[in-house]
């Protein structure tokens, strides 16, 4: 990938190297980091190396009547102005330059606006933009004609305010081991900012839990059900829980959409859900689920970047099998030396979510020791 901004934006550190002096990078930072657990391999997955964003975000820069793309510098505690970004995917891209001439030409669209949200899908494309002013039925008729024009599906935030055009989502869909799976992605909810590399994470998965006996399954932090529904064929039942309340909606849809009926959804933390099936607490938000009508074999977590509080941590070390998405190595690193006093590491991948950056997002999965039976 080459960029103009390359030096100056302060998305792209790495923008020195090229990928293959990357992806060395980034496996030497993470044999350094977990040294301490003798892996003995890092599976590594690639991503295409550019255009590979399915969602972004840029902050608008004003100058008088005319506004552009910004994000933050790189040296500097200032916005860059921009024109265009490759890594964003070719829709999100051709999108952006006609988006903002509409945008640019009409003062009601234009004024107070502070940034614009991209969510892209294989047919589709669902635009945020943010406003610090009130939007009523003139910015509402403004932002229509605007929408139509680019055949897009657009939404206007204010503070308490929301106005949908066209719709709120859009209609995705992945292919993993053979197979399709479909999936509303909602404004405002979680989504792997990655398509390409999202599928290789799926088939991963499948691909590795295989090997141990399988009967119910556990997931927390479940998003929209990106992975539950491809995992739940493999489990007689899945218990899936999000805190969220529009992505269990979403994940419900999308179990419907896949004509998936073996999952259960529950909107429960996973520290609420260590007390109901400990039974110290009940929650209505169950609806007269029996959690004890499980056998669970697995468990699947995927945290925010914070990882596992320490109750939730000792929860997860009661499972036979544990698979551990991650997007901070430090925190995946503090998870993992509590998880090995009771479970070994079987398979440790790196998926490269964002090239030419320094993130790294890893899968881990784990078997209980003998000696911890």
């Known amino acids: 990938m080459t960029c103009e901004y390359f030096g100056k934006c302060g998305?792209?550190?790495?923008?020195?190297?090229?990928?293959?002096?990357?992806?060395?990078?980034?496996i030497e930072y993470m044999r350094e980091l977990f040294g301490a657990f003798d892996i003995k391999e890092f599976e590594w997955r690639s991503s295409k190396k550019s255009h590979y964003r399915s969602r972004a975000e840029f902050m608008i820069y004003h100058n008088d009547d005319n506004i552009s793309y910004a994000m933050h510098s790189l040296h500097e505690k200032l916005k860059l102005p921009i024109k265009q970004c490759p890594k964003t995917d070719e829709k999100i891209y051709d999108l952006m330059p006609k988006l903002l001439a509409c945008i640019e030409k009409n003062e009601i669209l234009r004024k107070n606006l502070f940034s614009i949200e991209f969510l892209s899908s294989c047919d589709e494309i669902l635009v945020s933009l943010l406003y610090h002013k009130k939007l009523d039925t003139i910015w509402e008729n403004a932002a229509k004609e605007c929408a139509d024009i680019?055949?897009?599906?657009?939404?206007?935030?204010?503070?308490?305010?929301?106005?949908?055009?066209?719709?709120?989502?859009?209609?995705e869909r992945l292919d993993a081991n053979?197979?399709?799976?479909?999936?509303?992605?909602?404004?405002?909810?979680?989504?792997?900012?990655?398509?390409?590399?999202?599928?290789?994470?799926?088939?991963?998965?499948?691909?590795?839990?295989?090997?141990?006996?399988?009967?119910?399954l556990l997931e927390l932090y479940c998003g929209h059900g990106n992975f539950t529904i491809p995992l739940a064929p493999l489990f007689e039942k899945v218990l899936a829980t999000e805190i969220s309340k529009t992505s269990i909606s979403a994940a419900k849809q999308?179990?419907?959409l896949n004509?998936?009926?073996?999952?259960?959804?529950?909107?429960?933390?996973?520290?609420?859900?260590?007390?109901?099936?400990?039974g110290v607490r009940e929650f209505k938000r169950?609806?007269?689920m029996n959690l004890f009508?499980?056998?669970?074999?697995?468990?699947?977590?995927?945290?925010?970047?914070?990882?596992?509080?320490?109750?939730?941590?000792?929860?997860?070390?009661?499972?036979?099998?544990?698979?551990?998405?991650?997007?901070?190595?430090?925190?995946?690193?503090?998870?993992?030396?509590?998880?090995?006093k009771t479970h070994k590491i079987a398979h440790f991948a790196l998926f490269d979510q964002f090239p030419y950056t320094r993130h790294i997002e890893s899968g881990v999965i784990l078997h209980r020791l003998p000696s911890s039976k």
């Open 178 to 216: 053979g197979k399709r799976y479909f999936y509303n992605l909602h404004e405002g909810s979680f989504s792997q900012p990655n398509r390409g590399m999202n599928e290789q994470m799926i088939e991963w998965i499948l691909g590795r839990i295989l090997e141990a006996k399988r009967v119910d």
């Open 286 to 288: 169950l609806g007269g």
């Open 11 to 26: 998305s792209c550190t790495l923008y020195e190297l090229d990928y293959d002096e990357q992806k060395k990078f980034k």
């Open 293 to 340: 009508a499980y056998d669970f074999t697995h468990v699947l977590i995927d945290p925010p970047r914070a990882g596992l509080d320490g109750v939730s941590r000792e929860f997860v070390k009661r499972f036979e099998n544990i698979i551990y998405i991650s997007c901070n190595p430090q925190t995946l690193e503090r998870d993992l030396k509590e998880f090995v």
């Open 254 to 256: 999308n179990a419907a």
């Open 259 to 278: 004509s998936t009926q073996n999952i259960e959804f529950a909107r429960l933390s996973a520290e609420e859900l260590t007390f109901a099936l400990k």
């Open 150 to 171: 680019l055949n897009v599906k657009l939404i206007g935030r204010s503070r308490n305010i929301k106005i949908s055009i066209n719709g709120d989502f859009v209609k």
